[in-house]
T-cell receptor, first 111, second 116 residues
Framework: KAGVTQTPRYLIKTRGQQVTLSCSPISGHRSVSWYQQTPGQGLQFLFEYFSETQRNKGNFPGRFSGRQFSNSRSEMNVSTLELGDSALYLC??????????FGPGTRLTVT | QQQVKQSPQSLIVQKGGISIINCAYENTAFDYFPWYQQFPGKGPALLIAIRPDVSEKKEGRFTISFNKSAKQFSLHIMDSQPGDSATYFCAASEWAEETSGSRLTFGEGTQLTVNP
């Protein structure tokens, strides 16, 4: 069974730009969660989607948004990028929530 | 704020030794406690998990010990190997009835080095 895939794996953007990251969950998994990982703040929850609906949201500004499609694939978008948004963005999937099976992440660098 | 405190920050163990990582939590509504292993350049991999109705769970060389009254849980790695060198994260989640969803709250991570 294929694992969670994330694209792109690496991304370099300039301050003020926006970015879209993609996540394909494990086949059959309907819950997709997004996390930000930085050396200073560790792993922090961004949001969770289930059946195309956001049902949990972390403490991040509105510049961070996401969506989920009918095939459970998910995208997250960050608008008006700031230097502090540089991080590893991780997607995790699960059948209905709870345990998370993580993808390899997208390394975002904002210059 | 819901928090999970993890210690130590770093740990050096000799090959064949026992690695022990501890976590403490505050939110008594947490009902799922997984441990993750992360290698450089990779995403966290689910290692082992426990629910609060059991005090211990063992899978191969990995054991979780859970103390509900103390609100603490720990990961024991028996016969530690150089290949176990990685960063380990404890986490906790609570099933939120109002959203029918959950979110993982992570500890700060422990950098484990197993010397040959």
């Amino acid at each position: 069974k294929a694992g969670v895939t994330q694209t792109p794996r690496y991304l370099i953007k300039t301050r003020g730009q926006q970015v879209t990251l993609s996540c394909s969950p494990i086949s059959g998994h309907r819950s997709v969660s997004w996390y930000q990982q930085t050396p200073g703040q560790g792993l922090q929850f961004l949001f969770e989607y289930f059946s195309e609906t956001q049902r949990n949201k972390g403490n991040f500004p509105g510049r961070f948004s996401g969506r989920q499609f009918s095939n459970s694939r998910s995208e997250m978008n960050v608008s008006t990028l700031e230097l502090g948004d540089s991080a590893l963005y991780l997607c995790a999937s699960s059948l209905a929530g709870g345990e998370g099976y993580f993808g390899p992440g997208t390394r975002l660098t904002v210059t | 704020q819901q928090q999970v405190k993890q210690s130590p920050q770093s740990l050096i163990v000799q090959k064949g030794g026992i690695s022990i990582i501890n976590c403490a939590y505050e939110n008594t509504a947490f009902d799922y406690f997984p441990w993750y292993q992360q290698f450089p350049g990779k995403g966290p991999a689910l290692l082992i998990a426990i629910r609060p109705d059991v005090s211990e769970k063992k899978e191969g060389r990995f054991t979780i010990s859970f103390n509900k009254s103390a609100k603490q849980f720990s990961l024991h790695i028996m016969d530690s190997q150089p290949g176990d060198s990685a960063t380990y994260f404890c986490a906790a989640s609570e099933w939120a009835e109002e959203t029918s969803g959950s979110r993982l709250t992570f500890g700060e991570g422990t950098q484990l080095t197993v010397n040959p």
